[in-house]
RNA sequence: GCCUAGGUGGUGGAACUGGUAGACACGCAGGACUUAAAAUCCUGUUCGCCUUAAAGCGAGUGCGGGUUCGAUUCCCGCCCUAGGUACCA
């Protein structure tokens, strides 16, 4: 038979699932390797052609190491908590735990059909509550604890009480808010029991804080900073504006240096480190104190060239400093400030602005009086709200210095064009810089901080970028926070009571007075008494740990068991797009390194190894309608290369109607009624159509099904297709023009199995060397770009590897089965066909024996050298690789050929490289 | 502006540590089979010049330099595209 691949494909799907040919158990006697997707949110869209290109790669990856001896967790679940099925539910009243289930079947039923090797009985979804009863229990441990930094990791709060209850405050080192209180162990127990609380939410992992949010009225919810662009909500295109709220926080600045060095021993991407590590954008610097004016400074060696002070407008100390005859001028000008928008200030970087207070702080070395400014190019979140300007070193400084006419005063000798622009060098020596003068950065830099701490004026000190994470939105569809509110102090609820369920509601909107949505679930309150926290957890939440719920899915007792975390310990290969660069990846980091201090786990990091997969980009297409003279659309429409000879509109036309940008014209007129009688102009008897790269969405007619392409060509030539479109991790639009290649190779590699009346035919005949050869070359191949994640060149490999058998006439069981090895991680369905064909128990490719690489094979006794002449390449000589230098030489000026290409000339030097080259230099 | 990745035929792309640029595939052109079409197979296909043809010559990996016997690959300067970021002191 030919190659029925709907047949073959279905076939092996059912037998898969129904022998559950993929489930793993945690088996310490094999070696384990664990390949992660990042799962998916489970839209009401299900999935397009892009999704499943990661998939396919860690599928491949996944089965290839199976294959090579390895016990391969290989898991698939769905982020199904989330912000569209809860805006679904406020439009139509539908629980989002419904539209939730009716996607989850969809895209289980899309993926099904690519034949992937998850091992679904350990699928997860966030909003199970069996799966958020730990996600619950992980805020109850952070909450339990205190980052302690004297031994630099998170402890239990019960030590932190131990040593309140010994010595008292002193001499602890937390990573904590910044008015705790100083106490002594008798001042401490003398405490009540409300007031040690509200001391302990201080030091606590996650805390409760007021905070500045994105809240939008339209949502009822607060946004994350990535969810709002340029002041309207991403989805929806609500308003948004800033808000004071009480808000859970996670002390994730507490780990700042520990995500930071952390990056440098993952096989990652290094652009994806790289925005992590601005993202948390450590700067070390000091402190120094112009009083009363603190300040943090990245170049204290500018020290003696600060001419003034700026303050951010919003800073504390704005309204005391300022004399009563700059009162107005200052007053105005915060006034206008808070008016501007985030956009506004960004956007005039140009110009600068600001207003003097009136008043002076005292140089901390030279004691001499510094005017003391406000403009709103210092920012009050970061460092201290006020910069010590040094116009000379710093291009903001030096604008605003000849704004407003302040001194410019150089430091360094090897300053130059100082009234051109500020020059930010660190090389020479310095001047006008009192104790350092003459001294170079590196000498100075000690010398100053020694002075500083002598008159207690400064420090050094290390500023993070990273703020602390806000954990509460104001939304229902969500996992619900442990926690329980008793005279206002928050209490966790008891560990025996998870999950803490989420309450049905009314309605999926605020209460009147503003609160959350669950403030709308009736009888809804802990021990029938206390108030239940009525935000809920965050997006990144259920994703910041849901690696170990993989690893022992079933489990009711803890979030994973012990033995089964220090088997899998961690993921060798995760996928997944950059987008989550700094969100996902940096929040499961910090859980991950949370629950590494709380001896729950044993990695520091959870991610070993990381690859982004490239987006794939629609690929539209357009027709050219011809406007006649009067402006109006005719119903004819112009091939592309022709439309610059007519008026023409662009539209875009579905690109299912069209095959290699040619439109099928029959299709196109049954398309829409008004079409019916269109009208073509063709080029070369065809109607050609524009093409434009952009987003792949439905208003752009552009979005290609996945089942599509199944139903068509199967889900193995999709799969190889995906592959072969390029390099992972580059990004590319979706283009089916070279599908029909692939399709015809799995037909041609089919082929080989069969005789020309397709029925199944095969020998038994000891292969031959060439035969051997083209076997493993590709075995070599397949088993080198793995390493490299390029699959593109892979399938490249395998379409010459079945080329060259076909042009043998190879139809031998000693070369196909193995090859049928080799190519099933891509193909796993045409595979299980052949395999079970040639006479193998059904089912166990999976678990087949990979073929081993021989090198006797590939090995040549002669090489065509390629003979150059000044490096340009003439012709090719076979010489037998034996022979060395001077044989070779001989060999080649022996040659006619290659006296013609010398031309009378004779070789200077010889450049000869075994098995590569002949150069001749004349 | 800064950071990162990238720029190769009509198209997607290949060339791994400097050693035959354009593998593989699409598309296109021509041919075979066929009443015809589909499918399949064969040949050609970087550009330019020359030639009836065989063959030959020259240019060529964003642009300009450099190192080298030899550069898509290494170095310097510049241009463009994509992603990230936005006054971080």
Redesign the pocket.
């Known amino acids: 038979m030919d190659y029925q691949f709907k047949d073959i494909e279905s076939r092996w799907q059912r037998f898969w699932s129904e022998n559950q040919t993929y489930k793993v158990e945690n088996n310490p006697s094999k070696p384990k390797y664990y390949v992660l997707d990042m799962f998916p949110y489970p839209s009401g869209a299900g999935l397009h052609v892009g999704h499943p290109l990661g998939y396919i790669a860690s599928d491949i990856f996944a089965r290839y190491k199976r294959l090579r001896g390895f016990n391969v967790l290989h898991p698939m679940g769905y982020d199904s908590f989330g912000l569209p099925a809860e805006q679904y539910a406020i439009q139509t009243g539908q629980h989002p735990a419904i539209t939730t289930e009716t996607n989850i079947k969809r895209y289980r039923e899309q993926l099904d059909n690519l034949g992937f090797s998850f091992d679904w009985s350990r699928e997860v979804r966030t909003s199970d509550p069996n799966y958020y009863k730990w996600t619950q229990w992980v805020f109850m441990q952070l909450f339990n604890s205190w980052y302690n930094l004297e031994v630099d990791k998170a402890e239990p709060i019960s030590t932190l009480i131990a040593k309140f209850e010994t010595s008292g405050s002193k001499g602890i080192k937390a990573e904590c808010d910044e008015d705790v209180a100083n106490f002594t162990a008798d001042e401490w127990k003398r405490l009540s029991e409300e007031e040690q609380q509200k001391e302990l939410l201080k030091y606590r992992l996650t805390y409760l804080r007021e905070s500045i949010v994105n809240w939008c009225p339209a949502l009822g919810t607060v946004l994350a900073n990535?969810e709002v662009k340029e002041g309207f909500s991403e989805r929806g295109g609500h308003p948004v504006e800033q808000k004071k709220m009480m808000q859970w926080s996670m002390r994730i600045t507490a780990y700042a240096d520990r995500l930071l060095k952390g990056l440098d021993d993952l096989d990652w991407p290094?652009?994806l480190k790289?925005?992590q590590r601005?993202w948390i954008?450590k700067?070390v610097?000091a402190m120094v104190s112009f009083d009363p004016i603190e300040v943090?400074?990245?170049?204290v060696d500018t020290l003696f060239g600060v001419s003034f002070l700026v303050l951010?407008p919003e800073h504390e100390l704005v309204l005391s400093l300022t004399t009563p005859s700059q009162k107005e001028e200052i007053a105005d000008y915060i006034a206008q400030t808070s008016k501007k928008s985030e956009l506004d200030?960004?956007a005039?970087?140009k110009t600068v602005s600001g207003v003097f207070t009136g008043s002076y702080a005292k140089h901390p070395i030279t004691g001499k009086d510094i005017p003391i400014w406000i403009s709103?190019?210092?920012?009050a979140g970061?460092?201290t709200?006020a910069?010590?300007a040094v116009p000379s070193g710093?291009q903001?400084d030096w604008l605003f210095a000849k704004q407003f006419g302040l001194p410019i005063i150089p430091v360094l000798d090897t300053q130059k064009d100082l009234d051109q622009q500020a020059d930010p060098t660190k090389e020479g020596r310095y001047i006008n810089s009192g104790l350092i003068n003459g001294l170079i950065y590196q000498e100075a830099i000690p010398v100053l901080i020694a002075k500083l701490k002598e008159l207690d004026a400064g420090k050094v000190k290390v500023?993070y970028?990273l703020r602390d994470a806000i954990f509460g939105r104001q939304r229902y569809w969500g996992e619900p926070v442990p926690v329980y509110f008793k005279n206002g102090l928050p209490y966790l609820i008891d560990e025996k009571e998870l999950p803490l369920l989420l309450p049905e509601v009314d309605k999926y909107l605020p209460t009147e007075s503003g609160e959350p949505p669950l403030g709308r679930a009736e009888h809804w309150k802990y021990q029938d008494q206390y108030e239940y926290e009525l935000s809920t957890m965050p997006g990144w939440a259920g994703s910041s740990w849901y690696w170990y719920r993989y690893m022992d899915v079933h489990n009711d007792q803890a979030f994973a068991d012990k033995k089964a975390i220090s088997y899998w310990k961690d993921v060798d290969l995760y996928i997944g797009g950059?987008?989550h660069a700094?969100g996902h990846l940096l929040y499961s980091r910090f859980w991950n390194k949370v629950l590494k201090d709380l001896g729950y786990v044993g990695q520091e990091e959870p991610f070993k190894k990381l690859i982004n997969q490239g987006m794939i980009q629609g690929r539209s297409n357009f027709v050219y309608r011809v406007v006649n003279e009067g402006g109006k659309s005719t119903n004819t429409f112009v091939s592309v290369g022709l439309r610059h000879q007519y008026k023409t509109i662009a539209l875009h036309v579905d690109v299912n109607m069209v095959e290699?940008d040619v439109l099928d014209i029959n299709r196109f007129k049954f398309s829409r009624a008004e079409f019916a009688d269109a009208e073509f102009i063709f080029e070369?008897g065809k109607y050609i159509c524009g093409v434009e790269i952009e987003k792949m969405s439905k208003s752009r007619f552009n979005v290609v099904n996945p089942d599509d392409i199944v139903e068509r060509y199967g889900a193995d030539t999709l799969r190889l297709y995906e592959m072969?479109?390029?390099?992972l991790e580059?990004?590319?639009p979706w283009?089916t023009?070279?599908i029909?290649?692939?399709f015809?190779?799995l037909?041609?590699f089919w082929k080989l199995f069969h005789d020309d009346a397709f029925n199944f035919c095969i020998s038994d005949e000891t292969p031959s060397k060439a035969e051997y050869k083209a076997l493993h070359k590709i075995i070599r191949k397949v088993e080198?770009d793995i390493e490299r994640f390029?699959f593109?060149?892979s399938v490249?490999n395998f379409?010459?590897c079945v080329?060259e058998l076909q042009d043998l006439k190879c139809n031998k069981r000693g070369i196909l089965q193995d090859l049928v090895i080799v190519l099933s991680p891509y193909a796993p369905h045409i595979g299980e066909e052949l395999w079970a064909l040639l006479g193998n128990k059904a089912g166990t490719l999976s678990y087949a024996t990979y073929p081993k690489f021989d090198e006797r094979y590939l090995i040549e006794s002669e090489f065509?050298y390629?003979i150059?002449v000044?490096?340009k390449?003439k012709m090719?000589l076979t010489i037998s690789l034996d022979l060395a230098a001077p044989e070779v030489e001989q060999l080649v000026l022996a040659n006619d050929d290659v006296q013609k290409?010398l031309d009378g000339r004779s070789p200077k030097?010889i450049?000869f490289?075994k098995g590569?080259?002949v150069?001749l230099?004349v």
């Open positions: 990535d290094e652009p790289e925005m601005y954008g700067s610097g943090f400074t990245t170049r951010a200030r960004v005039n970087t709103d190019y210092v920012l970061y460092g709200g910069v010590m710093d903001r500023n970028r950059s987008e700094t290699n070369g072969f479109l390029g390099p580059q990004s590319k283009n023009n070279g029909e290649g692939v015809k190779f037909r041609k080198e390029s593109n060149t490249s379409m010459i080329n065509a390629p150059s000044n490096g390449m090719n290409h030097k450049i490289v590569k080259i150069n230099v």
